[in-house]
């Protein structure tokens, strides 16, 4: 199981929307760009007054994938080996979020697939984003 | 002057000494500044409690070995730049009783865990009292690589003209990483958004390297000649650890069998974190020739400075900025890829040394190459010597080892190490990351 979450000032919108099952990514209104993970000034221009957070499809690829034999993290331990994958967003290739795809067997991973996000409870009750093969069965 | 009083305060080095932008130019102290000297302390795999092999007390070692090496006065000795961190991802666990003997052994700072699990210069000095004429203290962070491009950068600009540059490591009980926030049951949502997934530290590396192998068609497999060649290396390296304590080479079935920790990353892709220390000196080159060893010239220092765009670097990003990060080296050192002698890139992990070593163009080596190269001669006796240190991989973690080695080399003092199919001229070393390392050219002659 995943390490439960408590959200800080700079990533409570993301959190919260999790929790309403959606997914919300920070944007840049004057560069027009998202960025992830989420950071007090924009990465392009420097702004810190510009930035906003955008919600998106929550569809997007598999861009890439290890498998995790050896975890530094206690809770998830005992679910070891399991995937990590880098999903990118459909709206924005360049914006990864990894996930343990829930559904995919261990290093069968299909690179490149669509994956839709899912909201799953993390020890604290908190959701988070996670990502499945489309498609696939829930 | 007041012991202590000297070095108060010492700050990390602007961004700006660092030579990361493109188009800078020849470097404007190419070959006017030398390193002579090296010490090294020994090595351990975890502290023991005695004060000398503490982190402060190996520092010690490692600074006084080299100012031995060198045969400076240790009065000449004008500065000191080192990093102040020594964590390998070991800290002081929470409530536990400090060291006191170990503490009470030195001089101590207002920080009772100076000199145990951080270092500062004032440590550094307050327990060096031959060191009179220290009046130049600067922090380089992260790895020895930051520390030499600030020494270099300062002696150059003649801040100091006989500099001791430092990197230390302390290395605790328990396992890497394994404590603190990871063994809690919950996180703060900042670092949540990359740390819940549980991915260990040669993740991004491993991911990289599967993206390698898709796009050209290359196996993990490709890499057991690396790995054998670097702990073949290693343990030629007397400072080493694995030649200290476990002279173990790696064959190619112990690579392929070994277990993963991120597939496609496996133990022996991992370096293993040791307690070491080692020193450098640096001085004008006019000094350096009156000195007991052979100057090796620094012709240049050159960084990245390069983020990837979201979690972890594409093979683009990493890509683009090691051939980036490749054209800075040259044109600062005004030489090219076929000046090279031998290259010392970093490799801890093993699974980016080809993206260091592809971006230098070593060899004429392309992108998607160099793993057919490790099928070719790359041992030290060879034409294509690649990380005669043997690097972390053969030595242990410190991320230095391929600086000593080019000094090394370069003076003909690498002993069973030495290369011998080819004249130890000019080398590159560096790292650590693609993104984000800092190199440095070093070479026989002031150019
Ligand atoms: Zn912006």
Known sequence: MKQGVDPDDLTRPFWEAANEGRLVIQYCADCDRLQHPPGRTCHACGSGDTLQWRQVSGRGRIYNYGVVHDCPIRLLQEDQPFNAAVVTLEEDPGIQMYSHLPGTPVDEVPVGEAVEVVFEATANGQKVPEWRVAGAQR | MARGGRAAMSTPAPASVYRSGEGLGLWEHRGKVAAVGIGHSPTARRWDGKPANSVGGISLAALRGAIEDSGVDPADVDGLVMDPTTTTGAFWPQGKPLPWDAINAYERTDDPLDGITRLSAEWMLKNMPELTG?????????????????????????????????????????????????????????????????????????????????????????????????????????????????????????YKAARWIAKP???????????????????????????????????????????????????????????????????????????????????????????????????????????????????????????????????????FWMHTDCIQQIQRRASSRQVTGVKPEVAVSGGPMPLGGNFTVWSSTPG
Not at chain 2, 210 to 233: L, Q
Not at chain 2, 358 to 371: D, M, P, S, V
Request: with cysteine; net charge neutral.
């Open chain 2, 134 to 254: 220290v009046q130049f203290t600067r922090y380089g962070m992260g790895c020895m690589s930051s520390a030499i491009c600030v020494a270099a950068q300062a002696v150059g600009d003649g801040r100091t003209h006989t500099c001791l540059v430092l990197k230390s490591w302390h290395n605790l009980e328990g396992r890497y990483y394994q404590g603190g926030a990871n063994a809690g049951n919950a996180i703060p949502g900042s670092s949540a958004i990359r740390s819940l997934w549980g991915t260990p530290a040669c993740f991004g590396t491993a991911v990289q390297f599967a993206e390698y192998c898709r796009k050209y068609g290359k196996s993990h497999d490709m890499m057991a000649p690396f790995i054998e060649n670097s702990r073949n290396n290693g343990l030629k390296f007397p400072e080493g650890y694995w030649a200290q304590h476990r002279p173990e080479e790696i064959t190619p079935e112990d």
């Open chain 2, 265 to 399: 990353a496996n133990l022996f892709d991992n370096d293993m974190p040791i307690m070491v220390s080692a020193a450098y000196l640096f001085t004008t080159a006019e000094r350096a020739r009156q000195l007991k060893q052979k100057p090796v010239y620094i012709l240049n220092h050159a960084s990245s400075r390069t983020r990837p765009r979201s979690l972890t670097p594409t093979l683009d990003e990493v890509e683009e900025d090691t051939a980036r990060t490749a054209r800075k080296i040259y044109e600062g050192a005004g030489i090219t890829a076929a000046d090279l002698s031998f290259e010392n890139m970093y490799d801890g992990f093993a699974l980016f040394h080809q993206f260091h070593i592809e971006g230098l163009g070593y060899r004429g080596i392309k992108f998607g190459e160099a793993l057919d190269f490790y099928q070719t001669d790359i041992s030290i006796g060879g034409p294509n010597p690649v990380s005669p240190s043997g690097g972390n991989i053969g030595c242990g973690r410190s991320r």
